[in-house]
């Protein structure tokens, strides 16, 4: 009996091994992929600790001075602002209100015209005076007289009063002013008067030259004269007196 038991036990199979944990097939796996998860993670800690390596300074024109503090790094003559001097005067550009001017630099009231040449430059409205009589040309009816510089009421009269000899009788300039000064004009403002109206004088005397041939004969040479005598220069009696004739 005893060994039929005995042949019995070795013909029955074994009984079934247990199946493995999840632990043990994790250990599993991660023995089959390679280096183990804690082996990964310290490998990340250490890269995250090492030092950024720093770029090294760019200097590009070699001039000693880094680009990124260079105002132009690719001139090596230039490093700063001040540097910049397009019109070689000394004065930078961004100083120079004239930067492609060597002749000026400065124009405080920003009227286009220079200190140097501005007769007022701290005032943007004005910038010439001719005559230096600390009155603007635009402002000033004698740009080229420092003694005056606004014209009287004695002076407009005048011109009116020779304005009204000319609509009706043809004058010289000498003959006109010395007609004003008759009236009383001062010879100042006769003048004055009689030059301001720009009279073409040639006119005048063709004009002259026409009265004197409409109640009178004359030669050539004689109506000349009489213009001459009336205060007409020759050349101006010359041409009335040949268009007349």
Known sequence: MIVALTI???????????APSSADSSTAESDSS???????????????TQPAVEEEPVD???????DDEDY???????????DVDTDKDGVPDYKDDFPKNATYSKDSDGDGAADAIDAFPKDERYSKD??????????DDFP??????????????????????????AFSRTGLIGQLE??????GDATFAVDYLDVNWNEQAFKSAKSYLDYSSF??????????FEGFTYEQASYGANKAY
């Open 8 to 18: 019995l036990g070795s013909v029955l199979p074994d009984e079934e091994a247990p």
């Open 34 to 48: 390679g280096e183990p998860a804690q082996a990964e993670a310290e490998s990340e800690a250490d890269a995250e």
């Open 60 to 66: 590009t024109d070699g001039d000693g001075v880094v």
């Open 72 to 82: 132009r790094p690719e001139d090596a003559k230039v490093q700063t602002e001040d």
């Open 130 to 139: 001719s005559d230096g009589d600390k009155v603007a040309d635009s402002e």
């Open 144 to 169: 080229a007289d420092p003694s005056r510089s606004k014209i009287t009421n004695a002076m407009w009269n005048a011109i009116d009063s020779a304005s009204s000899y000319l609509e009706y009788s």
């Open 182 to 187: 008759f009236e009383g004009y001062a010879t």
């Open 219 to 228: 030669s050539l040479s004689g109506l000349i004269g009489q213009l001459q």
